[in-house]
């Protein structure tokens, strides 16, 4: 007999996520204290190890969010030649192993400001030129 009350999805190419708003706000203020730590490690390493894991897990939905927007501009345009920059620095710091270290979630909180500043320059590409009416 099978029980289970889970689905598997099949999702390809992450619509599926990319309904889901991005829970900034919180995110943010973590990335503003863990960046406003200074001097020795205060926290066990669990805690550390916790806050890099929710970083990164946040940082993965970001990198996939500047993705889906770089992917609607031109490959020739500047903004979405920063957006492959910083989506390669992303992959290379999210494939470093977790350590319950200050540093290594500083690093995270450090990745996930850079992926919000460029979903906001891929967001301002994005929007549609605003049409200054003529005086007349």
Known sequence: MHTSSHTVLYDPDG????????????????????????????????????????????????????????????????PWALAAVVLREAEGRLSATLEGTVRCVQNRARLVRALYERLDRLEAALAPERVVPSGG
């Open 15 to 78: 619509l599926i996520e990319a309904e889901l708003p991005l829970d900034r706000e919180p995110h943010e203020s973590l990335v503003t204290a863990v960046l406003a730590w200074t001097g020795e490690d205060t926290l066990a390493t669990r805690d550390y190890e916790q806050i890099a894991l929710q970083l990164t897990g946040h940082a993965r939905a970001l990198a996939a969010d500047v993705r889906r927007r770089a992917d609607q501009l031109p490959k020739s345009s500047g």
